[in-house]
């Protein structure tokens, strides 16, 4: 069982970063590979990033690439989505996902644990 709670979401302008962070209850954390997905208003929940459970693999959606970056720490039970150059498009509610895939994966099905999502709103 994993519990996971994110924080870290906010109001930014067009242009500015965020760091969203994403704190896990439990012994097995670091057998789990991890994911961030988002979900705008009327949208699906779409993948951002995933990362595996060692924190060698990471993989990004095609909208997010260059501008987002995930990362782990296994020692605190925690992982972390620093945003940068945010966009309106951006603009969504954003999970933290936990998957026993260990190798990181981009399929919503695969995660078993979730987040309750933080929000994160870019002005324009």
């Known amino acids: 069982q994993v519990q996971l709670v994110e924080s870290g979401g906010g109001l930014v302008q067009a242009g500015g970063s965020l760091r969203l962070s994403c704190a896990a209850s439990?012994?097995?954390?670091?057998?789990?590979?991890m994911g961030w997905f988002r979900q705008a208003p009327g949208k699906e929940r779409e993948f951002v990033a995933a990362i595996s459970w060692r924190g060698i693999s990471k993989g990004y959606a095609d909208s997010v690439k260059g501008r987002l970056t995930i990362s782990r720490d296994n020692a605190k039970n925690t992982v972390a989505l620093q945003m940068n150059s945010l966009k309106p498009e951006d603009t969504a509610v954003y999970y933290c996902?936990?998957?026993?895939?260990?190798?990181?994966?981009?399929?919503?099905?695969?995660?078993?644990?979730w987040g309750q999502g933080t929000q994160v709103t870019v002005s324009s």
């Open positions: 439990g012994r097995t954390f670091s057998s789990y590979a």
């Open positions: 996902a936990a998957s026993p895939a260990r190798y990181y994966t981009t399929r919503r099905d695969d995660y078993d644990y």
